[in-house]
């Protein structure tokens, strides 16, 4: 059996996928920067996902850049007919790395065109426009021009849904006023719930909500509370974060990123995980958590 089996399904845009997927953001290279250190490995991560039963991968042809779409397409093409392969744009690196925003019109363009060549894909299921107004927390500007010129790729038919990541409410309903979107894509976990009144909205509104760090980012979340949670319950603490997420609201779809195959199968296994209200409630205070 998968550990995916029971995995409930939250809708993004016209279709279900499973509320448990995976973030390919850590196959790259240190810093997500170049290839990484075994390509097999990485190869290993994404054909156990889909073994496992994930059918919704977040990607981004500037994870490396183009290494992590690669290692996708060479993984996993053909694609099963139900994977769901969301993209994001927006943002180039330079030749250190850096990550340096690439909003114009023409940039988009490039950067459809090129998602779509090294996914070897037709048609981009998701992309979602990565707000570069703030580089590691959204701050508000407009984002008419980028979404007029990803509208105009979605009406011939490069992209089926638009979605917008890092962005404030008040660029939410900027894009809404534009085009329909389908998920928002935030940091957001146990430790940072800034994004609480939004993801309840957006639930209403029957939009996804995904989670980026949804694990902490590149330093896992690390707390006594947690650790101690997670030994009452025979889980892991990454297990418990994640089920606390996927009990935080119906509309969101997780997308924990991992490089190795133990951790991705400790991830999904959370799908499995039922967290008592009590132990809900204690980890809603996480403040109060770690005193
Ligand atoms: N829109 C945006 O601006 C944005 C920004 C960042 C990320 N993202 C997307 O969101 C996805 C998730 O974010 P993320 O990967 O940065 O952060 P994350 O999922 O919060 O955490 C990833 C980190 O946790 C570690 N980890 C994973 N599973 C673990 C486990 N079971 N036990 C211990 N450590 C574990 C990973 O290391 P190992 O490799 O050693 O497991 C990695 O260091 C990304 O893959 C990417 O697709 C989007």
Redesign the pocket.
Known sequence: MSLLEHCTTARLGDRQVKRLGY????LAGPGVFGPPKDPGAALAVLREALEQGVDHI???DFYGPHITNQLIRKALHPYPEQLRIVT?VSARRDAQGAWLPAMSPAELTAAVESNLRNLGLEQLEVV?L?SMHGLHAPAEGSLEEALTALAELRERGSIRHLGV??VTPTQIAEARRLVPIVCV?N?Y?LANRHDDALIDDLAREGIAYVP???????S?LQSQGLTAIAAELNA?P?QVALAWLLQRSPNILL??????VA?LR??LAAAQLQLPAEVVARLDRWSELNE
């Not at 973030?23 to 850590?26: E, K, L, N, S, T």
């Not at 980026?212 to 590149?218: E, K, S, T």
């Open positions: 973030g390919a953001m850590q977040d990607t981004s994001k979602n990565r990541s890092n894509q940091a976990n980026f760090f949804p694990l902490g980012g590149f896992p892991t990454m997308i924990p990123g991992t490089s190795s951790h400790e991830n």
